[in-house]
């Protein structure tokens, strides 16, 4: 049983954008947070990195990919130390909410074994088996980073990972799942496409500083085009797998690279202006997190497609770097603890309830 009162939990995270596994410790009582701790970060060589990228939209077949998901995370956890709890997200392969469910690779309960510890895992399938879309799960935490940043007006958390995503977040509520105190979905494409042409043209990880989309020219004719996708006009909740807007890459397929990699930004950009029409009102302020936050043209364009200041996690305090890894320690509290961790106005679920399975050491 877990202990009365706050514990430091070890968040784990392994993002859609496929470059490594986040980690950091958070001292939580599963409502409020008191205390930001250690963080780590262990990268996936290109070897690990490509097959995982074959797998991506696979069911079955994984034994490869489940492997360098676990000994990643069995590395990176072991560099803690005072850890009560681990929240283990695992790797998304495949997310098909209302048809085949939702894939995360990875056995929290050999994590158990190797951590000597318990081990929350398998966040999302609880949501989805009850009509969920078992995504996005960090809202709760937002709830809880909007109240630890002391804000008094409504805030939006914009998570720029391989998808977006948005939390809408009104801190006078007293909970996340009292009636308009949140909402969120998956804005569209952000990171994943821009970062997939690159690597496969040029080799690189990323667009660095946004450099090559600095150079490029946008083709207003395909970005018209994508802003006018039946997904942005769907009500939220809503969610997305890696691999939608295929046709937005295939768009972009015969542009010269930086008109590519401009393009595709602007499409990340524009989708989350699209998803701002859906908040209940106007944020003080958007706070970036994720990798998206590092690219000025990204912000940039941000910024002028939002009616809101667009500044990065930073500029309040939080780690834009570890806020996933952070959500998941916290959501593992709540979890253990027998605490909703999902809400008609995250998942679309049809009540509040707790996902997540709870694995112990054996020994």
Known sequence: MLKDGPVWALGMMSGTSLDGVDAAMLLTDGVSILEFGETGYRPYTDLERAVLQASLGK????????????TAHAELLSQ???AE?????????????HGRGTHQVGNGALLAEVAELPVVWDFRSADVEM???????APFFHFAC????????????????????VTWVDPSKDIPNEEDAILS???GPANAPIDDLIHERRGLRFDEGGALAKEGKVSEGILAAFVEEPYFFKRPPKSLDRGDFARLVEAV????????????????AAAVARGADHFPTAPAQVLVTGGGRKNPVLMSMLEAGLNSPVVATEFVGLNGDMLEAQAFAYLAVRVARGMP???????????????????????
Do not use: M, Y
């Not at 069911?59 to 676990?70: F, G, K, P, R, S």
């Not at 805030?155 to 391989?162: D, S």
């Open 59 to 70: 069911w079955d077949d994984t034994d490869e990919a489940a492997e360098i998901v676990e």
């Open 185 to 187: 979905f998956d804005t």
């Open 253 to 268: 397929g015969d542009l010269p690279d930086a008109d590519a990699v401009a393009t595709l930004t602007a499409a990340a």
């Open 80 to 82: 803690f130390e005072g």
């Open 341 to 363: 961790t999902s809400c008609p106005a995250t998942t679309g679920v049809p009540a509040a309830i707790g996902g997540g399975v709870v694995s112990r050491f054996s020994g």
């Open 131 to 137: 009509g969920g879309e078992g995504a996005p799960l």
């Open 85 to 97: 709890l681990i929240g283990f997200h695992g790797q998304t392969l495949a997310h098909d909410p």
């Open 146 to 165: 909007a109240k630890w940043i002391g804000a008094k007006r409504p805030v939006v958390f914009l998570n720029f990972g391989g998808v977006g995503n």
